[in-house]
């Protein structure tokens, strides 16, 4: 079992950076993937950045991609992700999931999520 806890995201300018983290509890974490997804309003909920249990593999979305970094560390129990150049279409919640499968990039392949964060991004 692995429960997850995402930081608090916030209200940023574009242009602007800010890093989400997400808490992990459980000793399955180091050998799990880690994945980041969003939903905005109205809308599906979309992934974003998937790494693997070692830190080897990464993977990302288009729109985020050059911008995002997906990042763990599994002595701490921690993933991050850290966004640099937000745009306003980077407003959504952003939500933390683990599960045992490589790398999956769809929600469904997830069995394991935090709360959810919301991140803002307006001038």
């Known amino acids: 079992q692995v429960q997850l806890v995402e930081s608090r995201g916030g209200l940023v300018q574009p242009g602007d950076s800010l890093r989400l983290s997400c808490a992990a509890s459980g000793r399955t974490f180091s050998s799990y993937t880690m994945a980041w997804f969003r939903q905005a309003p109205g809308k599906e909920r979309d992934f974003v950045a998937t790494i693997s249990w070692n830190g080897v593999r990464t993977y990302y979305a288009d729109s985020v991609k050059g911008r995002f970094t997906i990042s763990r560390d599994n002595a701490k129990n921690l993933g991050y992700l850290q966004m640099d150049s937000l745009k306003p279409d980077d407003t959504a919640v952003y939500y933390c999931?683990?599960?045992?499968?490589?790398?999956?990039?769809?929600?469904?392949?997830?069995?394991?999520w935090g709360q959810g964060t919301q991140v803002t991004v307006s001038s």
């Open positions: 999931a683990s599960d045992h499968s490589y790398v999956p990039q769809t929600p469904e392949d997830y069995h394991y």
